[in-house]
DNA sequence: CATCCACCGGAAATGTTGGGAC
DNA sequence: GTCCCAACATTTCCGGTGGATG
């Protein structure tokens, strides 16, 4: 590691939260307006976007433009994919006090309720395919019938799942009646932005090449991923940061990204995906039943008993979630009905 | 037209965990 | 400690799916 090149490793952790979002003032000005409830009630915010293009760093903004005068809180779904542990989260971040399981979950609303009372508020679920995935629509519809909801905004984050509409009841929609706003991927343009703005603050002076920012822009559309690469590089490069450290970086950056997401699941989940990339050197597409073939010799290879087959019909729907994997479904036909799987790398 | 492919995905059943009440 | 219970995680069960094939 270069300590030299790189002033502030932080800079780029997902977790940093830049000064400066690149062209994303109107969803941030639009989330403003909405979840402030100046002019009508607190609203509820419906955002959809594929994976890096800033919802959540802008939500997070937002939220802190809020502040003062609103409660808010954000609760990321891969970890938070039920009912009660999405009440207990939002409760023990509202309140600062820890909430032990054990209670009804009846009971975990009435004290939310109580604690939210006059006080604006907003409740994120970020990942919310996760949750929709497992819980449906139970929390969601409780929520919505919460007394005092002019007060409370839920804002739904997906990446998966473009509308909630042909996701939950007609009832728990009608009574949400979430805004929408799509996030557009970004342009190489954009990328090229964010990267050299965050380069300026991570980095001593004249350390990055320009092409090295360039390629890098030029192949893929996800901020977080584009970021994650350059710090690789960064941490592989000696001393300037040129266009052939990026690329020989790629390929790590992959790596360590994907390990990224798949630290926030199950063992399975990583079995899962590494049968798949096993699989799937080429950019070749498999069948599930290949996959779940592949799956319980990685098992077997880690001592752990495989889960059933519709279990992991499931975890392959989180990779998806993910954006780890692609998947084309098949009703019928020679093949019968199946799915063909790719392993899919970040763009 | 019946049958088959090769799973999908809903629903119910079962197993597990951690608390509270006694 | 024992019993009961809610919340989950996972398994078991099973009715689809629609073109290809005989």
Redesign the pocket.
Known sequence: MTADLLNDPRIFEPSYHPENIVNRAEEAEEMLKMLSGDETNVQDLFLHGSHGTGKSVVTKQVLQNLEGRHQSCILSCTKY????????GFLERLTGEEV?????????LRRLEKRIGAVPTVLVLDDADFLL????DDLLYSLSRIDGAENLGIVLITSYRNSLRNTVESRTYSSLQPQKIVFNPYTSKEIYRILSERAREAFTTHSVHRNALTYIASSVANAGFALHWLRVAAANASDTIRESAVKDAYSESVQSYTAEILGNH?L?HQLLHDSLTRLTEDRSKV???????KYQERCQEASV?????????????HLEFEGLIE?E???????????E?RVRKPV
């Open positions: 994919n039920t009912h009660y542990k999405v009440l207990q032990s399981s054990g209670y009804h979950a009846s009971d975990l995935e497992n819980d449906g199950s399975h069948n599930t039943g290949k996959v779940y073939e008993e495989p889960l059933s087959d519709r279990r992991v019909s499931d975890y392959l729907k998947a479904y098949r009703y019928g036909g020679e093949k019968g009905k199946t799915r799987i």
